[in-house]
C-alpha cells in the first residue's frame, strides 16, 4: 500500500465518492453530507496546514482508501484529530485498517502530540470494534449521541 497526498485537482472526484460512501457506512446514507464545493473548501484549508494528513491510500495501482488527520484543540491540549479512516467496501476486514491506523500514529507522533481522537456513529459497529482492538477508548456520545467520541494515548 501506498499513501498519496491528495491532489484536489487530480482526486477531486474521488476524495468526494470516498466521503460520501463513509457517511453510507456510518449514518446509512449520505443525506446529511452537505455541499460538495464546501467539502472540497473545508479539505483544502485543512491540506495547507496538514498536507501529510490528508492521503489517498493506493493498492495495485488502485486507490482504496482515504485518512484525513490533523491537530486541533481539545479541552485546552493539542491533540491529533482523524477526520476520516475509509477503506472501500471490498478491502474491509483485510487487516488493512492496521496500516492506516499505523501511518495515522506516526503522523501524530511526528507532531508531538500525546493522544488521538475521533468519532464514530454508533451504529458502525464494525468501525468501532476496529477502533477498540487498536486501543481506542470511548470517551461518550456527542452531538446530540448521534455519534461518539474516541481517544487513544500515543
Not at 481539545?74 to 474491509?92: A, N, S
Amino acid at each position: 500500500m501506498q499513501f498519496e497526498k491528495i491532489n484536489l485537482s487530480k482526486h477531486r472526484e474521488t476524495v468526494i465518492d470516498f466521503r460520501k460512501d463513509s457517511f453510507k457506512a456510518s449514518f446509512g446514507d449520505c443525506s446529511n453530507f452537505g455541499e460538495e464545493e464546501d467539502y472540497l473548501r473545508w479539505l483544502e484549508a485543512k491540506m495547507e496546514s496538514f498536507p501529510e494528513g490528508f492521503v489517498l491510500v493506493k493498492e495495485d495501482g488502485k486507490y482504496i482508501g482515504q485518512l484525513e488527520l490533523s491537530i486541533r484543540v481539545f479541552e485546552g491540549k493539542q491533540i491529533g484529530y482523524v477526520h476520516l479512516y475509509y477503506l472501500i467496501p471490498e478491502k474491509r476486514g483485510q487487516g488493512k485498517g492496521e496500516k492506516l491506523d499505523y501511518y495515522a500514529v506516526q503522523f501524530f507522533k511526528g507532531h508531538n502530540v500525546s493522544e488521538y481522537h475521533l468519532r464514530v456513529a454508533p451504529a458502525n459497529t464494525s468501525a468501532r470494534e476496529f477502533y477498540r482492538k487498536t486501543g481506542m477508548e470511548e470517551i461518550g456520545p456527542e452531538a446530540g449521541g448521534k455519534v461518539i467520541r474516541m481517544k487513544r494515548a500515543l
